[in-house]
């Protein structure tokens, strides 16, 4: 069973550019989360997809978006780069999503796109 | 603001100790917990899930949560180098009807280094 599947794994941009990531989330998995991680700030919650709507989002700027695709695949992109937007873009799939009482909803961490704004 | 708080670390324990990992959360209405490790370079790989108080056992992995102290641990018995990484405490509300909170929050995460 294929993984999620992030690309590209490394990008390197300059301040002011836009960058559009990629994820491909399990197959049968709905639900398509994206996260931030850098040093300072740990791992930090971006927004979540369901069924090609956003569900929830994260306290970041409107520079950051994204949007779900029909089969699930999910993009984010981030205008008008800036320095501090380097960091490890994690998308993290998951088969649940519906709520209802369900418990089991562990999510799965794709490779992650590495990006730095130079 | 809904936190989880982890010992940054670094525990350093040596081969075939048990590892103590904790974390305490603030939001009393959290569901669930994760534990997630990652290794240098890499993305967090799922561990450990537990939702109910108590302890829950995977091979040398237990997670043990206690809801009404809002604290959970992971204990990794028989340490090996290889357990070195850092691990991650995630916690997630009970999802709503419409999915909306459907979201980790995590911790900044316990460097642990299992010495030879």
């Known amino acids: 069973k294929a993984g999620v599947t992030q690309t590209p794994r490394y990008l390197i941009k300059t301040r002011g550019q836009q960058v559009t990531l990629s994820c491909s989330p399990i197959?049968?998995?709905?639900?398509v989360s994206w996260y931030q991680q850098t040093p300072g700030q740990g791992l930090q919650f971006l927004f979540e997809?369901?069924?090609?709507?956003?569900?929830n989002k994260g306290n970041f700027p409107g520079r950051f978006s994204g949007r779900q695709f029909s089969n699930s695949r999910s993009e984010m992109n981030v205008s008008t780069l800036e320095l501090g937007d380097s960091a490890l873009y994690l998308c993290?799939?998951?088969?649940?999503?519906?709520?209802?009482?369900?418990?089991?909803?562990?999510?799965?961490f794709g490779s992650g796109t590495r990006l730095t704004v130079v | 603001q809904k936190e989880v708080e982890q010992n940054s670390g670094p525990l350093s324990v040596p081969e075939g100790a048990i590892a103590s990992l904790n974390c305490t959360y603030s939001?009393?209405?959290?569901?669930?917990f994760f534990w997630y490790r990652q290794y240098s370079g890499k993305s967090p790989e799922l561990i450990m899930s537990?939702?109910?108080?108590g302890d829950k056992e995977d091979g040398r992995f237990t997670a043990q949560l206690n809801k009404a102290s809002q604290y959970v641990s992971l204990l990794i018995r028989d340490s090996q180098p290889s357990d070195s990484a850092t691990y991650l405490c995630?916690?997630?509300?009970?999802?709503?009807?419409?999915?909306?909170?459907?979201?980790?929050?995590f911790g900044k995460g316990t460097l642990l280094t299992v010495n030879p």
């Open positions: 939001d009393r209405g959290s569901q669930s």
């Open positions: 993290a799939s998951s088969f649940y999503g519906t709520g209802g009482g369900d418990t089991n909803y562990g999510y799965t």
């Open positions: 197959s049968g998995h709905r639900s």
């Open positions: 537990i939702y109910s108080n």
């Open positions: 997809y369901f069924s090609e709507t956003q569900r």
């Open positions: 995630a916690a997630h509300p009970p999802v709503n009807s419409g999915g909306s909170n459907y979201k980790l929050t």
